[in-house]
T-cell receptor, first 110, second 115 residues
Framework: DAKTTQPNSMESNEEEPVHLPCNHSTISGTDYIHWYRQLPSQGPEYVIHGLTSNVNNRMASLAIAEDRKSSTLILHRATLRDAAVYYCILRENRDDKIIFGKGTRLHILP | EAGVAQSPRYKIIEKRQSVAFWCNPISGHATLYWYQQILGQGPKLLIQFQNNGVVDDSQLPKDRFSAERLKGVDSTLKIQPAKLEDSAVYLC?????????????FGPGTRLLVL
């Protein structure tokens, strides 16, 4: 079973920031927090990952709570091409399995 | 850099027929995965290879599904005989190595419809 909890769907306006929440209250000290997204009719693609500190890359930012029991994926300026299902995933350091939940379906309104 | 290639992209068969899917991972990637994604759900891991050896096939229905990765590069996934509930998208992914920090790169998938 997936060890994360995400809202089923969210909406956001184009060109506005989007904050996608994820709860992972049973996270262990060696679990990495990964985000993947799946655009329509495509395979999932990597977005970002982190362990303890906040992370930034060209696609998004990842904000991790101090107790690591939750995290937020931040898209700074959503475009229509960001409409996708976003998956929040915990992965143990030595375990490369990805267990996908149902994710959050993000709708972008023009 | 070329991504993960899969073929065919679409396949329609009748139940009890057999079908095979092909995957070519990113060059140099040691680990290869096959996932099954049923409509409305997240992908589910079927089998994981490290080079040409099986690491995990605990979720593979071995009475009808088989997979191989000869020479540690390309891989094929076969279903024989197919059932209606096998209708899904079959995704192949690869990563450079194993480990929870390794990024998995996914192919576009093969959409299978069993009638």
């Amino acid at each position: 079973d997936a060890k994360t909890t995400q809202p089923n769907s969210m909406e956001s306006n184009e060109e506005e920031p989007v904050h996608l929440p994820c709860n992972h209250s049973t996270i262990s000290g060696t679990d990495y927090i990964h985000w993947y997204r799946q655009l329509p009719s495509q395979g999932p693609e990597y977005v970002i990952h982190g362990l303890t500190s906040n992370v930034n890359n060209r696609m998004a930012s990842l904000a991790i709570a101090e107790d690591r029991k939750s995290s937020t994926l931040i898209l700074h300026r959503a475009t229509l091409r960001d409409a996708a299902v976003y998956y929040c995933i915990l992965r143990e350091n030595r375990d490369d399995k990805i267990i996908f939940g149902k994710g959050t379906r993000l709708h972008i309104l023009p | 850099e070329a991504g993960v290639a899969q073929s065919p992209r679409y396949k329609i068969i009748e139940k009890r027929q057999s079908v095979a899917f092909w995957c070519n991972p990113i060059s140099g990637h040691a680990t290869l995965y096959w996932y099954q994604q049923i409509l409305g759900q997240g992908p589910k891991l079927l089998i994981q290879f490290q080079n040409n050896g099986v690491v995990d096939d605990s979720q593979l229905p071995k009475d009808r599904f088989s997979a191989e990765r000869l020479k540690g590069v390309d891989s094929t996934l076969k279903i024989q005989p197919a059932k209606l509930e096998d209708s899904a998208v079959y995704l192949c992914a690869s990563s450079l190595d194993t480990g929870g920090y390794e990024t998995q790169y996914f192919g576009p998938g093969t959409r299978l419809l069993v009638l």
